[in-house]
């Protein structure tokens, strides 16, 4: 696959690194990592109603935009780069994913419309807090009661959980285990029995909460796609996740490598800029290396996760080019996270700079919907599951 950037495409990178050199600045970043709320909702309304990036792949039918999850990447690409604390992430890349896959046109119509006009954030619930992000990590239940649905359970790493308004959660049918009878439901914050705290953590700019639900009655109206069919349809959402989160990663890798050559060139030592020393270029070298090559895999899972949106040739490859580029992302970022570190000296851990946020961002996301080691065990069974086809 051949890959470059449309006319159009540019013209959305370049605006969005504009206005996020703005808006995301360490003032502001820092001012966002003190509330509990984690961004400012005047800075979210902007960027709903003037730069309507909260639509950018909705269809033109549900209010959106219309374009594909390329552009997406591309401005994921440069919120990493600004650290910009929003609820992008967990209202676009999960919520309005998941919509698009598994939602009926009622569901679509409404919810994606009021993404779109509205404002309104979402996120997803489906891990009950173990180290794992396949099938067994919902542990939330549900039965049926009528037409109705039933919920219990506790969810952990909830993007956003305290604050979204509208939340999609995963559980599995009493009973069940693995893959079978996991459902997903649409479930409105103020729902009576969901319940939400804030759950502090190392990266401070990106906010998370646990969820708990306690005998949650849904309608059948709430139930996304068929009763206890629902896991192929999240395993799909959390890879476009993971496609998206992997961009953010490049993102970081880049303004870390940028960070690093200033700093490198205006620090003298011995009489002489220390980037002038060899050590120092050949330690920036593989950093550019890296983020190149993160670079590569990111756009190529792009391209296949548009495609699996689209019901496309490729959508078969999206959970290899997913675990490819968030494994190697993932690697990538802590590894130009720790060196941009040991570069800066010891003032590269201290408050006054911003190597640190990158770094905390680093370690958490790496270990967002899979760290690199899981990735590769589960590139490893895919793979081996088509020699047993094949």
């Known amino acids: 696959m051949e890959f470059a950037f449309t006319e159009e495409q540019e013209m959305i990178r370049d605006t969005a690194a504009a206005f996020l050199a703005e ?7 820092r001012q966002a990592m003190a509330t509990e709320r984690g961004y400012d909702a005047e800075l979210w309304q902007r960027i709903c109603g003037e730069m309507y990036w909260q639509a950018i792949h909705v269809p033109e039918a549900y209010g959106g935009m219309g374009l594909g999850y390329v552009e997406v990447v591309a401005m994921m690409e440069q919120m990493g780069r600004y650290l910009l604390c929003s609820p992008f992430f967990s209202t676009v890349c999960l919520a309005s994913n998941a919509l698009l896959v598994l939602g009926n046109e009622e569901q679509k119509s409404q919810w994606l419309g009021k993404l779109c006009t509205e404002g309104l954030t979402a996120t997803v619930a489906f891990n009950g807090g173990v180290n794992r992000w396949d099938a067994q990590c ?3 239940t549900y039965r049926r009661d009528g037409d109705a649905f039933l919920l219990n359970g506790d969810y952990r790493y909830v993007i956003d959980g305290h604050t979204s308004d509208l939340i999609i959660v995963a559980a599995r049918e009493e009973g069940t285990s693995g893959e079978q009878g996991v459902s997903l439901f649409l479930v409105p914050a103020d729902t009576e029995g969901v319940s939400s705290s804030w759950l502090p953590t190392m990266d401070q700019a990106r906010k998370q909460a646990s969820l708990q639900l306690v005998d949650v009655a849904l309608s059948a109206g709430a139930l996304m796609g068929e009763a206890g069919n629902g896991w192929p ?3 799909t959402v959390i890879d476009l996740a993971s496609v998206a ?5 490049v993102g970081g ?44 895999g990111v756009y190529y899972a792009a391209c296949v996760a548009q495609e699996a949106l689209a019901g496309g040739e490729l959508a078969s490859e999206l959970p290899e080019a997913a675990s490819v580029a968030k494994s ?19 003032v590269g851990f201290t408050w006054e700079y911003d190597v640190h946020l990158y770094f905390k961002r680093a370690k958490s996301s790496e270990h967002l919907l899979g760290n690199g080691a899981a990735h590769r065990e589960r590139l490893a069974t895919l793979l081996l599951d088509k020699e047993d086809v094949a």
Request: negative net charge; proline residues 1%; aromatic residues 8%.
């Open 23 to 29: 808006v995301s600045t360490s003032e502001a970043i």
């Open 138 to 140: 919902v542990t939330a």
């Open 233 to 235: 349809a999240l395993a």
């Open 245 to 249: 989160l992997a961009a953010e990663q």
């Open 253 to 296: 890798c880049q303004q870390l490598l940028d960070m690093t050559v200033d700093y490198t060139t205006e620090r003298v030592q011995f009489n002489r800029p220390i980037a002038s020393f060899q050590a120092v270029k050949h330690k920036a070298a593989d950093m550019m290396l890296q983020t190149e090559v993160a670079r590569s």
């Open 328 to 346: 190697y992302c993932s690697d990538a970022y802590f590894a130009i996270a720790g060196d941009a570190l040991q570069l800066f000296g010891g």
